[in-house]
């Protein structure tokens, strides 16, 4: 077959393009895959999941449910992810994280989010409790009832409230249905720790208008400027515990 010669250097620039596209091609090939994205493996990328209930690095706001995390003494963090993986605590996504997770493996969790010494978000420092819950609560919380044999959670928490080392944990600085709903949880014999169980012992004594006159009040506590807890009890706690131990 002749072509015509106005048809020749179409054809052969035709050609060499084809030929050059089916070399790329075999070269693209050829070329090995770009390797994966890298994740590194460490602590704060394997809690990272903890972020999505609990907030950045565990440092949740006073609103909503969720508790902060973040500044938490470490006895007090591992008995609460051993009690969830064990079951003296229930919360079907807690319970599902840490149900395989060894002893060893939790107290670096536990490690993790106690040494994180973040800034705590501003409180609200106004409530729709009435004056009387207001003052029940503080009455409670600072003085306990000594007529139903109830100690002041400033006995155990410490005076500003913010906890005690190794296992107490802040009262301050939580959301107040956080409060009112694991206050509700000790009398309704839902949480467990191990004995002794001083907290199972007070919310025996403790009815529903207890319950929301405490949390009511610590909701609205501004933190202290030591947001940090105590590094021991500064006197003998009124009750036998086993946050002291953990």
């Given at each position: 077959m002749n072509i015509p010669r106005f048809l020749?250097?179409?054809?052969?620039r035709t050609a060499l393009?084809?030929?050059?596209?089916?070399?790329?091609?075999?070269?693209?090939?050829?070329?090995?895959?770009?390797?994966?994205g890298h994740v590194p493996d460490t602590i704060e990328q394997r809690v990272a999941a903890c972020i999505a209930c609990h907030g950045r690095e565990?440092?949740?706001?006073?609103?909503?449910?969720?508790?902060?995390?973040?500044?938490?003494?470490?006895?007090?963090?591992?008995?609460?992810?051993?009690s969830f993986r064990d079951g003296r605590r229930f919360n079907a996504d807690m319970a599902h994280m840490v149900r395989h997770l060894s002893d060893d493996y939790l107290r670096e969790i536990a490690h993790y989010f106690a040494t994180l010494d973040l800034p705590y978000p501003?409180?609200?420092?106004?409530?729709?409790?009435?004056?009387?819950?207001?003052?029940?609560?503080?009455a409670l919380v600072m003085h306990g009832d000594a007529a139903r044999d109830i100690p002041a959670c400033v006995q155990c928490h410490g005076e500003a409230l913010t906890g005690v080392q190794p296992g107490i944990p802040s009262?301050?600085?939580?959301p107040r249905l956080y409060l009112s709903s694991q206050l509700g949880t000790w009398v309704t014999g839902e949480r467990h720790a191990l004995a002794p169980d001083c907290m199972a012992e007070?919310?025996?004594?403790?009815?529903?208008?207890?319950?929301?006159a405490v949390a009511s009040w610590l909701a609205v506590q501004p933190m202290p400027a030591d947001p940090h807890p105590l590094a021991a009890p500064r006197a003998p706690l009124p009750l036998r515990c086993s946050a002291m131990n953990p």
């Open positions: 020749h250097q179409p054809l052969r393009l084809l030929a050059a596209c089916g070399l790329s091609a075999v070269a693209q090939a050829a070329a090995p895959s770009p390797a994966p565990g440092a949740s706001s006073d609103q909503g449910f969720f508790p902060r995390l973040a500044g938490k003494p470490e006895g007090y963090l591992f008995n609460q992810l051993r501003a409180v609200a420092t106004t409530s729709d409790a009435s004056a009387d819950t207001l003052a029940r609560g503080k009262l301050v600085g939580l007070v919310g025996r004594k403790l009815t529903t208008a207890d319950i929301n």
